[in-house]
């Protein structure tokens, strides 16, 4: 495995995101943090450097990645605004071939289906309301997932069930079939997340994960 100096990390202030830089700084990771209003954060860490810029641009994208040794995403869906995650995706994906980065790591919730399902009702049940409820990003989400299946890339995709914002490190349950629970600490998510970074065991895979 290729060693890991230099981390671009996407969505890294979110509810999710902020345990995961938390944890990379904590393991003495080089983090670029992309940040569409860097000018509102109060990070002054010099493991950490900020790129201004969208993710639906490519260019910040590509700048973000410049440097860089894998790619790491915990990208919401912006208030109010048109859905995000397949446009970022493409730019991600393009930028990644650009400059010869192969491991890419997201999260999703558990309402994107992939071949190998054997969704439980529960787990149907939160899909369709997914689709019910918020019929564009749930979409937009299934529309990312296909857009990484046919790329050339080591993607990983983690579905989840609720983020508890919570420091707990416990042992988890993970099934690439259905949601194994109803829950899952930020803190358990950030370490599976980096625990990915030099393991081939999830590449081109969309691992559930939730706390045991």
């Not at 904590?26 to 509102?40: A, C, V």
């Not at 910040?60 to 790491?72: E, F, K, P, R, S």
């Not at 529309?143 to 995709?157: C, F, G």
Request: proline residues 4%; aromatic residues 8%; contains cysteine.
């Amino acid at each position: 495995m290729k060693t890991i100096h230099t981390v671009a990390l996407i969505g890294g202030t979110g509810k999710a995101g902020k345990f995961l830089l938390k944890q990379l700084l904590k393991q003495k990771f080089r983090i670029k943090l992309l940040h569409r209003k860097p000018e509102t954060l109060e990070l002054s860490d010099p493991l950490i450097e900020i790129i201004k810029g969208d993710a639906r641009d490519y260019e910040a994208i590509h700048t973000l990645l410049q440097g860089c040794d894998v790619v790491l995403s915990c990208l919401s869906q912006p208030a109010g605004e048109p859905t995000i995650f397949s446009d970022a995706t493409r730019n991600i994906i393009k930028a990644m071939e650009a400059q010869h980065i192969s491991r890419y790591i997201t999260i999703a919730g558990l309402n994107v289906d992939t071949p190998f399902d054997q969704k439980s009702e529960t787990t149907q049940f939160g899909t369709r309301w997914m689709y019910e409820n918020f019929p564009s990003t749930t979409k937009d989400r299934q529309a990312e997932y296909q857009l990484l299946a046919n790329s050339h890339i080591n993607w990983t995709m983690v579905r989840l069930p609720l983020i508890h914002q919570i420091d707990n490190v416990s042992k988890i349950k993970v099934s690439l079939t259905d949601c194994p629970g109803n829950g899952i600490s930020a803190n358990n998510l950030a370490l599976f997340m980096i625990a990915q970074l030099n393991s081939t065991e999830f590449i081109k895979q969309a691992p559930f994960i939730a706390d045991k």
